[in-house]
């Protein structure tokens, strides 16, 4: 209740705010915003995961850390890319999509027996060698509208959506050879809602702040997301610019039956991570 009340207070201000501009809008050329822009950098993370496989409400299943218990790397490094659009002559309708990946693999030795569920084939990986695997991507889609756009600001709000495709795997390798396998994978997609403040310090230097958030209960199925950004752009060039950022997001996914579209299995994924980012802009 106090996140909708708060969400709905900031979306009254905006409009407020937003009044003395609707009026006359400048012409794009008088405002520092980008028309388009690509951004492509590097993305430096640190992440905590955790996987549980089968019938939550039944108390059956495997729950697993899968840094702390597998040896999967906690942190690593990925290529990330961002683009946007702004689509009309008043700069204020934008679309925007990113994609980045987190992949990663081990092998190591385990002192537990992992339990199989019944929903995945039933059966038991025993101590002893193992390799690993959990990877995720993840692909966003937003559609964002500025309520206050001017030659400092830019306050928007937007809809949109989080694609995450994950796959998880542990095999028991004896003598070099796989003798069991437990495998998952989905993709989650999640509806997110998102605000964005962006302040020209100067026409050259430039911060950039984002808030997507959601939770769905829908049956069997509950999922939820919360991401922040905050970045720091310097762009000396016509074109050609750089940033530094720090994000972070949290996403958690709850299903015990196929009530949501693209998620059919039994369990729960849980991943959080807080990360820098070095990139180049090349805008228009």
Known sequence: MKKCCCFIYIL???????????????EKSDLPWEKAYLD????????????????SNLGVGISLDVEDF?????????????SGWRFTKNMRHKLEFGWFAFHRESSGI????????????????????????????????MY?????????????????LFVMPIEFGVQA????????????????PLPVVGMGFDFAITPKWFVRQ???FFYLDIGDFSGGINSTSVALEYLPWKHVGFGFGVDAMRVKIEANGSDYPGVDFKGSVEFDYIGAQLYMKVFF
């Open 144 to 160: 964002k509208y500025s309520f206050v756009l001017d030659d400092r600001l830019d306050l928007n709000l937007g809809l949109g």
């Open 173 to 188: 390798v004896v003598g070099g050879v796989v003798t069991e396998t437990m495998e998952e994978d989905i993709t989650a």
């Open 40 to 55: 492509l950098g590097w993305f430096f993370a640190n992440k905590d995961s955790a996987f549980r496989l089968g019938g």
């Open 12 to 26: 009254s201000v905006c409009i407020i705010l937003s009044g003395t501009v609707f009026a006359a809008d400048k």
């Open 70 to 82: 597998l040896g999967l790397d906690s942190s690593n490094s990925t290529f990330r890319i961002e």
């Open 210 to 212: 984002q808030l997507e």
């Open 110 to 141: 385990i002192d537990t027996p992992i339990d199989i569920p019944p929903e995945l084939g039933g059966g038991i990986i025993p101590a002893g060698d193992v390799t690993s695997y959990f990877n995720y991507d993840i692909i966003k889609l």
